[in-house]
């Protein structure tokens, strides 16, 4: 008869030959994933759930579940992946329990598993996360019902059966055949439980007659065959240590039936052949790959390597971009820097640059085109057109707005929202600054009452004044009948300006639909208008 811890052995047996299987444990299923002295478990590990036993018809039948889990991911991505395994790792231990070395020899030592074996899946969260598989396996075992299988004394009534001296001096008997007790005697707690008639009994059963004696390992592999009363040593066990590779690690001498701690190196970890740390056997260690300073990790996994990707390299405005590998050096391209008379000099990126300074320059321009493009007569001026700018209204060049206009507003557009004109043929570039009209009429008054009111609070400003005639006429288009009938201006009547005539001072110059002429000071029925110089500052420039 085979025992309970020979039934758990037996399939502890097949656990640890099972390339795939880390660990095995076998009990109540409350201590399924209770973690071990390091404060972890090994996967996938195979759990024996003992259910319990029956007994009937002669037969006693131990029930178990047989738990093989493995971690999951933790959004549980592989569970099904990691059940599939579970399952053909439990579909391994049925196969060799009903095909293989798994059943004993003689009718007396008899067991196997029943031929319906149930399966079911599980997923828990406990210390870890797990999923697997639940088989449901029972193990017949063969049971003669004779009392000489109790370790009693033998004067106990047994009513009409024979006695165990009758029995064990009749081996050859059919149904009262006598069955070596299934108890390990090697142990001190059945060894005092053992009275002196039963050791005596047991003496003369197992020591008298000469007979052979087969010893075997938990596996049924027969490791010695003795003639009683003869003895045996069984020779110790050597445990061998090895990692992944099968690469051995260290051997150790193990007692026949004793056990031996066997510590396993710690792993050391190298970056670059530089020593790093060490970490436990089976355990993880994480090495962080950070930028020069600061926490910020770096790099990504490519095949068997960590990489660090190259830099980046651009200017403000990423016209000049490049790279740079890790730890590598770039030389950035030398500028060359041209000076306003051709010269070329090549200087270090990344430097400031001192100008030669430049010789100054006069502020000196020609006189503006009069406007007039209708010619009278060969070599007039509508023929001629003498005078700067691309025509009357048009720049030759861009004004500091960025456009050819002549006139804009305040904002460098044509809108003139706020009715100032800002006349850029003529601007001063040195002092940066600018003629600006107040396009909006002004009541009519004599010569007198225009030049009191000044400087003008007009137009958000208060320094503005009524034009000389020299600055009146710039802006005179001679080529129309009313000399400021244009846009942006499209003013109609006489204007005053600040110009005494010298040839009478009681007349002074103004311009408009009269042409450009003398009146007398004392005319009360002329407009006028008025100007400032702009700062390119309020002009946002």
């Known amino acids: 008869m085979v025992s309970l811890n020979q039934i758990v052995n037996r399939i502890q047996a097949i656990a640890d030959q099972h390339y795939q299987v880390k660990s095995f444990a076998s009990g109540n299923v409350s201590q399924a994933f209770e973690k071990d002295s390091l404060d972890r478990l090994l996967y996938p590990r195979v759990f024996l759930n003992q259910l319990g036993a029956t007994s009937t018809g002669g037969s006693l039948y131990y029930n178990f579940e047989l738990i093989i889990t493995d971690l999951v991911d933790k959004d549980r991505g592989n569970e099904q992946e990691v059940k599939s395994d579970c399952m053909q790792i439990a579909t391994d231990f049925i196969t060799v329990m009903e095909r293989f070395e798994f059943i004993n020899e003689g009718s007396d030592a008899f067991f196997q598993p029943s031929q319906t074996v149930n399966y079911g899946f599980l997923s828990e969260d406990y210390s870890d996360r797990i999923s697997g598989v639940v088989a449901n396996i029972q193990i017949k075992q063969g049971f003669n019902f004779n009392r ?8 106990i009534n047994c009513g009409s059966s024979p006695s165990c001296t009758d ?11 006598c069955v070596l007790p299934s108890y390990d005697f090697t142990t001190s707690r059945v060894q005092n439980a053992v009275t002196a008639q039963q050791q005596t009994d047991l003496t003369t059963w197992l020591c008298t007659g000469g007979g052979d004696v087969e010893i075997y390992d938990t596996d049924n592999n027969l490791l010695y065959t003795v003639t009683a009363p003869d003895s045996q040593t069984i020779t110790n066990s050597t445990a061998v240590l090895k990692d992944t590779d099968a690469n051995t690690l260290s051997t150790t001498s193990i007692l026949a039936q004793g056990s031996q701690d066997i510590t396993a190196p710690d792993g050391n970890i190298q970056l670059n052949s530089v020593a790093m740390t060490t970490v436990l056997s089976g355990g993880t260690e994480n090495i962080q790959v950070r930028q020069s300073s600061g926490s910020t990790q770096v790099g990504s996994k490519q095949g068997q390597y960590w990489r660090i990707a190259d830099a980046d390299i651009e200017n403000s405005d ?5 790279t740079v590998k ?6 950035l391209p030398d500028i060359d820097f041209t000076d306003s008379d051709g010269t070329t000099t090549s200087v270090p990126s990344v430097q400031n640059i001192v100008a030669t300074p430049c010789t100054p320059q006069k502020n000196i ?3 503006i085109k009069t406007g007039q493009t209708t010619s009278y007569r060969t070599n007039d001026d509508g023929d001629l057109q003498r005078g700067r700018e691309t025509d009357f209204t ?5 004004n500091p707005f960025g456009n050819t206009n002549r006139f804009t507003d305040d904002g460098g557009g044509q809108t003139y929202t706020s009715d100032w004109v800002i006349d850029w043929a003529f601007c001063n570039y040195v002092s940066e ?20 009111g000044q400087p003008y609070n007009l137009g958000g400003y208060s320094d503005c004044y009524v034009p000389n005639v020299t600055e009146l006429m710039s802006i005179c288009d001679h080529e129309t009948n009313v000399a400021l009938n244009y846009s ?14 010298p040839n009478n001072t009681n007349n002074a110059k103004i311009a408009g639909s009269s042409g450009i002429g003398n009146v007398a000071k004392t005319n009360s029925g002329v407009n006028y208008i008025v100007m400032r110089i702009f700062t390119f500052a309020e002009l946002g420039l």
């Open 148 to 155: 000489c299988v109790v370790p009693i004394s033998s004067n």
């Open 167 to 177: 029995t064990i001096n009749d081996l050859g008997a059919d149904y009262y055949d």
């Open 318 to 322: 990423q016209s000049y971009t490049s």
């Open 326 to 331: 890790a730890e590598g050096t770039l030389v």
């Open 365 to 367: 321009a020609s006189h």
């Open 394 to 398: 048009t720049l030759s060049s861009n």
């Open 433 to 452: 600054t600018v003629i600006g009209w107040y396009r909006v009429e002004q009541s009519t008054t004599n010569f007198a009452g225009a030049m009191t």
């Open 488 to 501: 942006p201006f499209s003013l109609s009547n006489n204007y005053w300006s600040s110009t005494t005539a």
